[in-house]
T-cell receptor, first 112, second 110 residues
Framework: DTEVTQTPKHLVMGMTNKKSLKCEQH?????MYWYKQKAKKPPELMFV???????INESVPSRFSPECPNSSLLNLHLHALQPEDSALYLC???????????FGPGTRLLVL | SQQGEEDPQALSIQEGENATMNCSYK?????LQWYRQNSGRGLVHLIL?????REKHSGRLRVTLDTSKKSSSLLITASRAADTASYFC??????????FGPGTRLSVLP
């Protein structure tokens, strides 16, 4: 299995909602990543988990809360988001850190 | 300006022509990677070139790396309409996190 899967594909939420994005990989990769991508811009790194421990947090607001329950799963919990948080959220994994990353198809988030 | 900048920002070519995209970066790197993204979907890894390598090939792709000039180029030969996408270079600057360049939007016209 060489896929990274993400659910849901699309998400619409209000500013008072709580929702979660999910990411799963079964390639035995030990590093997992969350990125945010706005239209016509490159992906911006948000968080990195290495061996299930949060190793990088790129000064992301606390309304985004990552979680890595096990080596195959990565969640991004969302609470009290702002309209400017609307974007494509991409998950990726790599064997160890700093090697080729494999991306999921993304979750397109719209905050109303 | 940012680490990893592609040039040109947009490129239109006819099917069958070659497409060349360039990437420049500012600090020393461990490796440089090229990715493709089709219209707002997930990114697909194309090729990784390490700092001690000068050239790599993969099918119709050829990547070069010049660490003295801090630049890389991606050549797609005999382009096809299916190559229409955004292409990003990405680097691991030493001591820093993974950074994508702004990307080149390639349009291959039939």
């Amino acid at each position: 299995d060489t896929e990274v899967t993400q659910t849901p594909k699309h998400l619409v939420m209000g500013m008072t909602n709580k929702k979660s994005l999910k990411c799963e990989q079964h390639m035995g990769h030990r590093a997992m990543y969350w990125y945010k991508q706005k239209a016509k811009k490159p992906p911006e790194l948000m968080f990195v988990y290495s061996y299930e421990k949060l190793s990088i947090n790129e000064s992301v607001p606390s309304r985004f809360s990552p979680e890595c329950p096990n080596s195959s799963l990565l969640n991004l919990h969302l609470h009290a988001l702002q309209p400017e948080d609307s974007a494509l959220y991409l998950c990726a994994s790599s064997p160890p850190f700093q090697e080729t990353q494999y991306f999921g198809p993304g979750t397109r988030l719209l905050v109303l | 300006s940012q680490q990893g900048e592609e040039d040109p920002q947009a490129l239109s070519i006819q099917e069958g022509e070659n497409a060349t995209m360039n990437c420049s970066y500012k600090t020393s790197i461990n490796n440089l990677q090229w990715y493709r993204q089709n219209s707002g979907r997930g990114l697909v890894h194309l090729i990784l070139i390490r700092s001690n390598e000068r050239e790599k090939h993969s099918g119709r792709l050829r990547v070069t790396l010049d660490t003295s000039k801090k630049s890389s180029s991606l050549l797609i030969t005999a382009s096809r309409a299916a190559d229409t996408a955004s292409y990003f270079c990405a680097t691991y600057p030493r001591g820093q996190n993974f950074v994508f360049g702004p990307g080149t939007r390639l349009s291959v016209l039939p």
